[in-house]
């Protein structure tokens, strides 16, 4: 049984940093490409970034050049390093694989941008 679960969130002021954590059981994470999503009040998820099996990343243009995503392979946890958030970074965060699996949406973990 897969289970994914997201960990991190909190309020942070404009500007500051937050790293993400997404603990994998079931479900050997580098043969797998994984992503970080997101959800804000009012609007759709949304793909943030994404690592291939073989460490390829890419990510949104909204968040390119501020987050990073990662892995650890023997921790079996993927991360995703935020910093430079802004208000628009305010959202649900969510891992989940590319594409994403139904039933594999955990609770998420809430970053909330604000002064």
């Known amino acids: 049984q897969v289970q994914l679960v997201e960990s991190g969130g909190g309020l942070v002021q404009p500007g500051g940093s937050l790293r993400l954590s997404c603990v994998a059981s079931?479900?050997?994470?580098?043969?797998?490409?994984m992503g970080w999503y997101r959800q804000a009040p009012g609007k759709e998820r949304e793909l943030v970034a994404h690592i291939t099996g073989g460490g390829i990343t890419k990510y949104a243009d909204s968040v390119k050049g501020r987050f990073t995503i990662s892995r650890d392979n023997a921790k079996n946890t993927m991360y995703l390093q935020m910093n430079s958030l802004t208000p628009e970074d305010t959202a649900v965060y969510y891992c989940?694989?590319?594409?994403?699996?139904?039933?594999?949406w955990g609770k998420g973990t809430l970053v909330t941008v604000s002064s």
């Open positions: 079931g479900i050997i994470l580098r043969v797998n490409t």
């Open positions: 989940n694989f590319k594409p994403p699996y139904g039933a594999n």
